[in-house]
């Protein structure tokens, strides 16, 4: 299916010359004063993981491969990779790390996510936006800080890093955006 350049998002997967499927990694739109808008597209091949960057006419069209989502829950890692039941048939699918990449650090036991198949291969993952984790240490509140000031460093139970506010504390639990691993709110419940 072909689409225009600048339509092309994080997570599409598209078709290179030569039948090469690459997923999308970021995909940005300059509009100089003078001279042709275009759109340049960081992708990760999938038959080799290297990454290339393509640029093209933001009216320029783009091979966009035909890739099924499907809801999967996540079940456990090994040393193979990372391992899925899909809800509906409760096949179980083995993704490969790479295919994952440094989102598989919020992954959860029971989180509900979606691959993207392509040829009954997973080629990308869907977090959902908002994880929840207790935080194990972070450093003891200065004496004068205002909540509105610097944030500091915390470890969280996942083993990730992520700043949050003065006013957290060991022990708190807290919602992180799973796109870059930020400090939200403090959790709800």
Avoid at 123 to 142: D, F, K, S, W, Y
Wanted: proline content about 4%; some cysteine.
């Amino acid at each position: 299916m072909k689409v225009i350049a600048s339509s092309i998002r994080k997570g599409n997967i598209i078709e290179r010359e030569g039948g090469q499927l690459c997923v999308v990694l970021s995909a940005e739109s300059f509009h100089p004063g003078k001279g042709t808008p275009t759109t340049q597209i960081d992708m990760r091949r999938i038959s080799d993981g290297v990454k290339v960057t393509d640029r093209f006419k933001t009216t320029e069209q783009v091979e966009r491969a035909f890739v099924e989502d499907r809801n999967f829950s996540y079940l456990y890692s090994d040393a193979d990779g990372h391992h899925f039941m899909n809800d509906e048939s409760f096949d179980q699918m083995q993704v490969a790390t790479d295919v994952i990449g440094d989102q598989g650090q919020w992954l959860q036991e029971g989180m509900k996510v979606i691959l993207s198949i392509f040829n009954d291969t997973a080629v990308a993952i869907q977090l959902p936006p908002r994880v929840t984790l207790e935080v194990m240490e972070t450093e003891p509140a200065m004496k004068g800080q205002t909540a509105s000031s610097s944030y500091k460093p915390a470890k969280l139970s996942n083993g990730a890093r992520a700043m949050v506010p003065p006013h957290v504390s060991a022990g708190t639990r807290v919602v992180i955006q799973t796109e870059d691993g930020s400090y939200v709110e403090r959790a709800k419940d």
